[in-house]
């Protein structure tokens, strides 16, 4: 049995597995790739390279430390996380994680301690364009890349409250943001109307995507209003929805808490609110959907751990 099985290889998960290894814990790490999210790079046309702290950089020395110990890593589709043991024993609990292989093949590993680093999932729309352009002045996370739409033209799409506040964050700094959100979105009434008072945010209502165009770099996407079909230039084009935690291979019988936004609850320590399962970036309560924060709840969770595993065991 190992004493930690990461589950996951963004960089929480990579973390988290250079502070096992510092910590000679006997643990392994399973994911489906390398890197995560900060293999996808969004590339802006008219932006400098060096204004932007590339995210697959930041993981950089991590990744290959594990990459250094692939006896590490485990290469594998996570399908289940269950409990094993008597319910209320509250140390002597044992997590039983499956996977399968790319050749089919079902894994089970047991562990005394489990990290969840398993992120978001991919939002995928079917909108002409969209594959073709993706990370080429195309993306998600506008977040971070804000500060390079300095006095430019930006285009955002989203159904929900938080592509609002991105909105409102930009027309800080960009010369025009165009927000365009569709029918069936649910939006925070008071944030709609703040929007409107700013003379920078296009707002296009009742909006639907009709195709992302351009050459090398998207450069215009063609939106369908009741007003009729507007052609949109811009420096940049995001598509910003609540990210959904990637949790599908949790056992409910785990009765692990989530927030509202399904989300694993995580305390200080970042232990969730199932003894020795703990939680760090983007699916967790602390995420902050940025690298560096992802980084720096890795390294904290598996501290805790350590701290976890040395405890003196306690059988009911
Ligand atoms: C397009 C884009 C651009 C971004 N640009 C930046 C940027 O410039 N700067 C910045 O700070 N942040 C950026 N972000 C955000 C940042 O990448 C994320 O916040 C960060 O990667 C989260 O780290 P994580 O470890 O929590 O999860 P993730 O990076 O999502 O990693 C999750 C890992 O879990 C694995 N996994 C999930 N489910 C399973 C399963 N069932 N079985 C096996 N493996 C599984 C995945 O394969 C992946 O390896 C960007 C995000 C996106 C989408």
């Given at each position: ?10 960089p ?52 290959s ?18 409990a ?6 509250v ?30 999932k ?42 609002l ?6 027309s ?16 925070d ?14 707002l296009?209502?009742?909006?639907k995507?009709?195709?992302f ?89 598996a ?5 976890w ?8």
């Amino acid at each position: 049995m190992y004493d930690l099985i990461i589950l996951g290889a963004g960089p929480a998960g990579l973390s988290a597995a250079v502070y096992a290894i510092r910590k000679r814990l006997d643990f392994l790490v399973i994911s489906q790739d390398l890197g995560g999210r900060t293999n996808t790079l969004v590339t802006l046309p008219e932006v400098e390279d060096y204004t932007i702290i590339k995210a697959r950089e930041q993981v950089g020395v991590y990744r290959s430390r594990l990459h250094y110990r692939s006896e590490l890593l485990r290469t594998e589709k996570i399908t289940k996380l269950q409990a094993l043991g008597e319910p209320g024993a509250v140390k002597a609990t044992v997590f039983q994680v499956n996977t399968r292989r790319s050749d089919g093949m079902e894994q089970r590993y047991e562990t005394r301690t489990v990290l969840i680093a398993t992120g978001t999932k991919t939002v995928s729309l079917d909108v002409p364009g969209l594959k073709q352009f993706w990370g080429r002045g195309l993306g998600t996370n506008i977040q971070s890349y804000n500060h390079a739409f300095w006095e430019k033209d930006v285009f955002l799409y989203g159904d929900s409250t938080r592509v609002l506040w991105a909105a409102l964050d930009l027309s800080d700094f960009a010369a025009g943001v165009h927000l365009a959100i569709p029918t069936d979105g649910s939006y925070d009434l008071d944030v709609l109307d703040q929007l409107r008072e700013h003379e920078n945010i296009f707002l296009y209502e009742d909006a639907k995507l009709l195709e992302f165009q351009g050459n090398e770099f998207c450069r215009t996407v063609e939106i369908q209003t009741p007003q009729g079909i507007v052609s949109i230039h811009a420096a940049g084009f995001f598509l910003e929805f609540d990210p959904e935690p990637a949790l599908d291979f949790i056992d409910p019988q785990l009765g692990l808490a989530r927030d509202d936004d399904d989300r694993i609850v995580v305390d200080r320590f970042m232990e969730s609110s199932v003894s020795g399962l703990f939680a760090a970036g983007d699916v967790c309560t602390m995420g902050r959907y940025q690298v560096l924060t992802a980084l720096g709840q890795g390294a904290g969770a598996a501290l805790s751990i350590y701290q976890w595993l040395r405890r003196p065991t306690i059988i009911d």
